[in-house]
């Protein structure tokens, strides 16, 4: 591959202008949303604060949208420059994966909050969301799991696994959710050490993928962050809990991937805690007149925990606090995974 000014490659470059494409397509509609979506009525409240005010809904459509135009590009820039459509096949794959799994959540948020679809529908609905990765049959049919090693699972693996991988990720990632900045700060760190883990093992097109998807992330977190004028919805989540299980799949480190999710595995397990005491858990806190104050006596998610803490050392919990803690636990646990994988 060519050298320019024996620093960067032609295709490091393709990648710096596909990632600001990303960028500015991300905040250019996010920035549209936030004003039509008053202007159409489409907002929610925002729980974590006193009176609850109106936020503007499904903002996380256009972080997909932002990062499909900045594959897109990529791809383009490959193919008009004759460098070659190498993983043309993946990333398109990818780019279609986005758009449905978005597309899937965005219906889910304008139909409304707990008035969408209904759980055994949604389940029904996002069966085909993995239907992209199964036809390029992508990734290895070899994983290396946790605590067990190499399993080889045949036919198995694009047909069965890698479904339900996808589908879990995707649910999986809207649990985590409720508090300005949260969701779009948890994808920007998995994403961030996705992209350390595959730089450092040369893993392509995971590489690619996770450089692009971060600054759409970052586009969108101007408007999602505390006091948020968006929030990133079933939109944001399903796609970007799908995205995250393919570029997995694609680059097949799977050991290292649910490490990184390890979060996810500790908020499900809170969330059968909860439906073993009758509960159906709520992320949102009590607002009271200093901040914020746990939902339930015991912790059925990691937001109720990240509350008493900050109850316990400072003696009052916000909700910038919250995002914090959990952050601050994703990158811990990122830091970790990068340790155990030999990378630091």
């Given at each position: 591959?060519?050298?320019?000014?024996?620093?960067?490659?032609?295709?490091?470059?393709?990648?710096?202008?596909?990632?600001?494409?990303?960028?500015?397509?991300?905040?250019?509609?996010?920035?549209?949303?936030?004003?039509?979506?008053?202007?159409?009525?489409?907002?929610?409240?925002?729980?974590?604060?006193?009176?609850?005010?109106?936020?503007?809904?499904?903002?996380?459509?256009?972080?997909?949208?932002?990062?499909?135009?900045?594959?897109?590009?990529?791809?383009?820039?490959?193919?008009?420059?004759?460098?070659?459509?190498?993983?043309?096949?993946?990333?398109?794959?990818?780019?279609?994966?986005?758009?449905?799994?978005?597309?899937?959540?965005?219906?889910?948020?304008?139909?409304?909050?707990?008035?969408?679809?209904?759980?055994?529908?949604?389940?029904?609905?996002?069966?085909?969301?993995?239907?992209?990765?199964v036809v390029i049959k992508a990734g290895y049919s070899t994983m290396a799991l946790p605590f067990i090693g190499p399993v080889d699972f045949g036919i198995l693996y694009p047909l069965v696994i890698?479904?339900?991988?996808?589908?879990?990720?995707?649910?999986?990632?809207?649990?985590?959710?409720?508090?300005?900045?949260?969701?779009?700060?948890?994808?920007?760190?998995?994403?961030?050490?996705?992209?350390?883990?595959?730089?450092?093992?040369?893993?392509?097109?995971?590489?690619?993928?996770?450089?692009?998807?971060?600054?759409?992330?970052?586009?969108?977190?101007?408007?999602?962050?505390?006091?948020?004028?968006?929030?990133?919805?079933?939109?944001?989540?399903?796609?970007?809990?799908?995205?995250?299980?393919?570029?997995?799949?694609?680059?097949?480190?799977?050991?290292?991937?649910?490490?990184?999710?390890?979060?996810?595995?500790?908020?499900?397990?809170?969330?059968?805690?909860?439906?073993?005491?009758?509960?159906?858990?709520?992320?949102?806190?009590?607002?009271?007149?200093?901040?914020?104050?746990?939902?339930?006596?015991?912790?059925?998610?990691?937001?109720?925990?990240?509350?008493?803490?900050?109850?316990?050392?400072?003696?009052?919990?916000?909700?910038?606090?919250?995002?914090?803690?959990?952050?601050?636990?994703?990158?811990?646990?990122?830091?970790?995974?990068?340790?155990?994988?030999?990378?630091?």
């Amino acid at each position: 591959m060519r050298n320019i000014f024996g620093i960067f490659s032609l295709d490091d470059i393709f990648i710096l202008i596909s990632s600001l494409i990303s960028l500015a397509a991300t905040l250019f509609f996010v920035a549209w949303w936030v004003e039509r979506g008053r202007e159409i009525g489409l907002i929610g409240r925002d729980m974590n604060k006193p009176g609850k005010p109106a936020v503007v809904e499904a903002g996380g459509i256009w972080v997909s949208i932002g990062a499909s135009f900045g594959l897109l590009t990529y791809i383009a820039l490959r193919i008009y420059t004759g460098l070659g459509k190498k993983y043309l096949l993946e990333l398109m794959a990818l780019s279609l994966l986005l758009f449905m799994a978005s597309f899937l959540g965005f219906l889910d948020d304008i139909l409304g909050w707990k008035k969408g679809l209904k759980p055994t529908a949604r389940i029904l609905a996002m069966a085909p969301l993995a239907i992209p990765m199964v036809v390029i049959k992508a990734g290895y049919s070899t994983m290396a799991l946790p605590f067990i090693g190499p399993v080889d699972f045949g036919i198995l693996y694009p047909l069965v696994i890698v479904p339900i991988g996808i589908l879990g990720a995707a649910n999986a990632f809207n649990m985590i959710a409720g508090y300005n900045g949260l969701e779009a700060g948890q994808a920007l760190l998995l994403m961030i050490f996705t992209g350390i883990y595959t730089y450092m093992h040369d893993i392509h097109p995971s590489l690619e993928a996770s450089i692009i998807m971060i600054p759409a992330i970052l586009g969108f977190l101007v408007y999602n962050w505390y006091p948020a004028k968006t929030f990133p919805g079933n939109s944001f989540t399903y796609g970007l809990g799908a995205y995250y299980a393919s570029i997995i799949v694609l680059g097949n480190f799977e050991k290292f991937g649910l490490m990184l999710f390890t979060l996810y595995f500790i908020e499900f397990l809170l969330f059968l805690r909860g439906l073993r005491d009758g509960v159906y858990k709520e992320n949102f806190a009590k607002v009271i007149s200093n901040g914020l104050y746990p939902p339930y006596d015991k912790s059925y998610s990691l937001t109720h925990w990240a509350i008493k803490i900050q109850l316990r050392i400072r003696g009052r919990a916000t909700e910038k606090g919250v995002v914090a803690v959990i952050l601050l636990l994703q990158a811990l646990i990122g830091i970790v995974s990068l340790i155990l994988a030999g990378i630091i």
